[in-house]
């Protein structure tokens, strides 16, 4: 790639604000419909339900067909995947929020409806708080860099797994068994097209196969968003503290390997400055006869 800007990027593959995401924009939308209109027609609940299914739609239309992510060079490769992999889970979390929020208004009042707005709410603008321009640089190449070496504070995936997590904990029961439909019946497409479409392009060594979903950093970041998400069944049908158990799972494979890196890399600074450079050896001049 020649350029330097992530602005300098195709469009499906760099960060979007709302307003030129239609699926971000389209659940805001509806959450605002669900929450203030007393009574949801027929064709408008049709309306919310095709907002919902907009996720499969735009993850397969900026797929772009296999390789897509490798379009760009191997030097911005880890960039874009990672950016395009925090926004699209983005979309299947606020999709799935949005189909709660019909089946809530459908089936059990309007009394669940408030969380499950601010949440919905939070998903959608939460992207355009651009929390991935403090974390990483702006140019891509030094971005997969950062990725590559950094520690789980620079990297907004593994992030997004650790708040999805505690979201999941921190839900009311009524309200994550809605989620739990959503998921089930309204994204469940959503979740193939994700996975078919980030799996081929994970850099998984010969060497390690599958075990580099666990041990590489791609995979890893891949392997950690799904295992969030799965929390969601986990808490319905084992309880609370298998829940708890679980997202405790997530954090520490997320957490630990990052402070061991923290810790290292300050011992080694530490030793740096105690380090003592020995005085350079003396010189030998050797002086000819002028000719």
């Given at each position: 790639?020649?350029?330097?800007?992530?602005?300098?990027?195709?469009?499906?593959?760099?960060?979007?604000?709302?307003?030129?995401d239609p699926a971000r924009l389209g659940c805001l939308a509806s959450i605002g419909v669900l929450l203030f209109v007393e009574d949801v027609p027929f064709w408008l609940t049709l309306a919310i339900l095709a907002v919902s299914q907009l996720a499969p739609i735009l993850m397969a239309a900026r797929a772009m067909g296999e390789g897509w992510s490798?379009?760009?060079?191997?030097?911005?490769?880890?960039?874009?995947?990672?950016?395009?992999?925090?926004?699209?889970?983005?979309?299947?979390?606020?999709?799935?929020?949005?189909?709660?929020?019909?089946?809530?208004?459908?089936?059990?009042?309007?009394?669940?409806?408030?969380?499950?707005?601010?949440?919905?709410?939070?998903?959608?603008?939460?992207?355009?708080?651009?929390?991935?321009?403090?974390?990483?640089?702006?140019?891509?190449?030094?971005?997969?860099?950062?990725?590559?070496?950094?520690?789980?504070?620079?990297?907004?995936?593994?992030?997004?797994?650790?708040?999805?997590?505690?979201?999941?904990?921190?839900?009311?029961?009524?309200?994550?068994?809605?989620?739990?439909?959503?998921?089930?019946?309204?994204?469940?497409?959503?979740?193939?097209?994700?996975?078919?479409?980030?799996?081929?392009?994970?850099?998984?060594?010969?060497?390690?196969?599958?075990?580099?979903?666990?041990?590489?950093?791609?995979?890893?970041?891949?392997?950690?968003?799904?295992?969030?998400?799965?929390?969601?069944?986990?808490?319905?049908?084992?309880?609370?503290?298998?829940?708890?158990?679980?997202?405790?799972?997530?954090?520490?494979?997320?957490?630990?390997?990052?402070?061991?890196?923290?810790?290292?890399?300050?011992?080694?600074?530490?030793?740096?400055?105690?380090?003592?450079?020995?005085?350079?050896?003396?010189?030998?001049?050797?002086?000819?006869?002028?000719?």
């Amino acid at each position: 790639m020649k350029g330097s800007s992530l602005a300098e990027l195709p469009p499906e593959v760099r960060h979007r604000f709302i307003l030129r995401d239609p699926a971000r924009l389209g659940c805001l939308a509806s959450i605002g419909v669900l929450l203030f209109v007393e009574d949801v027609p027929f064709w408008l609940t049709l309306a919310i339900l095709a907002v919902s299914q907009l996720a499969p739609i735009l993850m397969a239309a900026r797929a772009m067909g296999e390789g897509w992510s490798r379009r760009w060079g191997p030097k911005v490769h880890g960039s874009v995947l990672a950016s395009s992999l925090c926004m699209d889970f983005t979309v299947i979390s606020a999709c799935a929020v949005v189909g709660a929020m019909l089946l809530v208004r459908h089936f059990n009042g309007t009394e669940v409806l408030r969380p499950l707005s601010i949440l919905g709410a939070a998903i959608c603008l939460l992207p355009d708080a651009r929390l991935c321009r403090m974390l990483l640089a702006s140019e891509p190449a030094q971005a997969t860099r950062q990725l590559r070496t950094g520690t789980f504070l620079r990297d907004p995936a593994l992030l997004a797994a650790l708040l999805a997590s505690a979201v999941v904990c921190l839900l009311d029961s009524t309200t994550l068994h809605f989620v739990m439909i959503s998921l089930a019946f309204l994204q469940v497409n959503a979740l193939l097209v994700f996975i078919d479409k980030y799996l081929p392009e994970i850099e998984l060594g010969r060497s390690r196969g599958w075990a580099g979903l666990v041990l590489e950093r791609e995979g890893r970041r891949f392997t950690l968003l799904l295992a969030s998400l799965a929390l969601v069944p986990l808490r319905v049908t084992l309880g609370d503290r298998a829940a708890w158990l679980g997202a405790g799972a997530i954090a520490s494979v997320i957490v630990v390997p990052g402070l061991i890196q923290l810790v290292l890399a300050g011992s080694g600074k530490v030793s740096e400055m105690f380090r003592v450079t020995p005085p350079p050896p003396p010189h030998t001049y050797v002086v000819l006869p002028k000719a």
